[in-house]
């Protein structure tokens, strides 16, 4: 299994960026995937999850200003990320569950700074 985010950057406070994450290599889909992220020194931490039949999981500290949504013709997930704040801050890695395995994708780095 692969998984290949892109869309990190370097945006201002108040701002907006889109990530997306490309899954490959099961024959049998994923059960569930998203985007965790991980801060200089911090745990990593959830910040979405989407199952394949639409139930959503975000963290307190994003909702409201997250979104994720899927596309499971393509195994595609994506986190659109608004009103950014300093805090939102990290790394971000895309996540899918395969049976009882769970999938890491590389991190992309999200910079939020004035």
């Known amino acids: 299994v692969q998984l290949q985010a892109s869309g990190g950057g370097l945006v201002q406070p108040g701002g907006s960026l889109r990530l997306s994450c490309a899954a490959s290599g099961s024959s049998f889909g994923f059960s569930r995937m998203g985007w965790y992220r991980q801060a200089p020194g911090q745990q990593r931490e959830l910040v979405a999850t989407?199952?394949?039949?639409?139930?959503?999981n975000y963290a307190d500290s994003v909702k409201g200003r997250f979104t994720i949504s899927r596309d499971n013709a393509k195994n595609a997930v994506y986190l659109q990320m608004n009103s950014l704040k300093p805090e939102d801050t990290a790394h971000y890695y895309c996540?899918?569950?395969?049976?009882?395995?769970?999938?890491w994708g590389q991190g992309t780095l999200v910079t939020v700074s004035s």
């Open positions: 989407k199952t394949i039949g639409g139930t959503t």
């Open positions: 996540g899918a569950v395969v049976g009882m395995d769970y999938f």
